[in-house]
């Protein structure tokens, strides 16, 4: 704070040399207090309102609507994406567990969990997933999309085709279902039958066989780097 003399002070609006008496302290909802003149001071007010509504406010990730902070968790899909919900978005997101609870796990249950990040047969998993585009909670696997302004994206199909119709995709991650396609494997195919999957269909995917190509070479080995 600049001090041009004994009985006048810069205002932290406008900087403006103010007699000390006319200034007035604006507490933010930081703990920070700055000192405005009287045509400062309703706008660091106004301020100060609206931070501390955007400090006890959030939005569901869900549908988008501004709720209470303590109303929102984050949830955890078994892709590793993090959704900040609310508590109606949370009770109809769809759950399919091995116990069917149909409770989600949080970010602090995947934290305290001994094998976070790794899926087990008693996971609970989501049997829809959120759009990051449209929003909707759709049951397809999404696409895992790279922008041209290098942010990441899962979307649904629709919002997929949307986005490369309007040239803004970098990048599109092969799907788990696609690559299972791919290699001819079910769902539940261990890592030895995947391998030995791999290894059949590269007998003819290879560009040095007469059936092989270069393309097909690159989405059976991209389906193998996908699910091993």
């Known amino acids: 704070m600049g001090v041009a003399d004994n009985?006048?002070?810069g205002c932290d609006g406008?900087?403006?040399?103010?007699?000390l008496g006319r200034l007035t302290t604006v507490s933010m909802p930081d703990g920070t207090q700055v000192a405005c003149c009287p045509t400062c001071t309703p706008h660091a007010r106004a301020a100060?309102?609206?931070a501390e509504l955007e400090t006890a406010s959030a939005?569901?990730?869900g549908c988008r609507s501004t709720v209470e902070t303590a109303d929102v968790e984050d949830v955890v899909l078994t892709d590793g994406t993090v959704l900040s919900l609310c508590s109606a978005c949370r009770a109809h997101q769809p759950n399919a567990g091995s116990e069917g609870t149909g409770s989600s796990p949080t970010a602090s249950d995947a934290r305290s969990a001994p094998d976070a990040?790794?899926?087990s047969s008693t996971e609970i998993a989501p049997s829809k997933r959120l759009c990051g585009h449209c929003r909707e909670w759709i049951r397809a696997e999404p696409y895992r999309v790279?922008?041209?302004?290098d942010r990441v994206e899962s979307l649904c199909p629709t919002c997929?085709?949307?986005a490369v119709d309007e040239g803004i995709v970098v990048d599109v991650a092969m799907r788990r279902v696609?690559?299972?396609e791919i290699l001819d494997v079910d769902e539940d195919a261990s890592a030895e039958e995947i391998r030995a999957a791999f290894q059949e269909q590269v007998k003819h995917a290879h560009p040095d066989r007469p059936t092989g190509t270069r393309e097909a070479f690159r989405l059976v080995r991209g389906a193998y780097e996908r699910l091993k």
Do not use: Q
Not at 14 to 19: F, H, K, P, T
Not at 146 to 149: Q, S
């Open 7 to 9: 009985r006048r002070e």
């Open 14 to 19: 406008c900087d403006r040399s103010v007699v």
């Open 48 to 50: 100060a309102e609206r």
């Open 59 to 61: 939005t569901c990730e």
């Open 117 to 119: 990040g790794v899926t």
């Open 146 to 149: 790279t922008l041209v302004d």
């Open 160 to 162: 997929k085709e949307t």
């Open 178 to 180: 696609d690559a299972r």
